[in-house]
């Protein structure tokens, strides 16, 4: 019985073992990796030397060729050209003293003839005019009154001095008029709207 125990138990134990050791592999299986793919990217890429390429002998035969142009310039530049004369001038006294001789001039003051044109001022005749006092008043309000209907009348009416002043010496007038025979015929309508004596005297714009 006892024997028996001990080959299961070491059949067991050789069966563990194998399950532990050849699990993993079969579990696992393949393994994949994964590997990064890296693309090495130059610093500074690479340029292409373009190189220009001088023709030398194109311009050494420019050069050459605008030399030899201005040294044909100069010469032409430093060509004098002779012109033979076929006798020399002489000068005579006759000749030097004519040179000589000293135009005088004479100086005569111009006359200047002003033309003095006479303005020839018209006066006209300032036409007279004429004008009818009535009186001379003191009373202020009496004159006020009689302004007052004379005006309502139509007659044109106006005082000497013009402001009225109470208890000062004014002067009451219709007019002025150019026409003396005007005023002459409105003299009855006065007399019968103001009771005064009404006289004609020429208007004197300047001194009343």
Request: charged share 25%; no cysteine; net charge positive.
């Amino acid at each position: 019985m006892t024997s028996q125990f001990k080959n299961r138990l070491v059949g067991v134990t050789i069966l563990v073992a194998s399950v532990v050791i050849f699990l993993p592999s079969i579990i696992d299986g393949k393994k994949t990796t994964y590997e990064d793919e890296f693309v090495s990217t130059p610093i500074k890429p690479p340029f292409k030397k373009h190189r220009q390429e001088i023709d030398t002998k194109q311009m050494q035969e420019t050069l050459n060729a605008n030399t030899t142009q201005d040294a044909e310039n100069n010469k032409s530049a430093e060509h004098w050209e002779i012109i033979e004369v076929a006798a020399p001038l002489t000068i005579s006294n006759e000749d030097k003293s004519k040179v000589n001789k000293i135009v005088k001039v004479d100086k005569k003051p111009i006359k200047v003839h002003k033309k003095v044109v006479a303005t020839k001022k018209t006066i006209k005749a300032a036409k007279v005019a004429w004008t009818i006092q009535l009186g001379a008043f003191q009373n202020a309000v009496n004159i006020n009154i009689l302004l007052k209907k004379l005006n309502k009348a139509g007659f044109q009416a106006h005082t000497i001095p013009r402001f009225v002043v109470d208890g000062q010496l004014t002067r009451i007038f219709v007019g002025p008029h150019v026409s003396k025979d005007v005023l002459k015929r409105k003299l009855p309508a006065l007399r019968k709207l103001t009771n005064l004596q009404g006289k004609l005297l020429p208007f004197n714009a300047v001194n009343p």
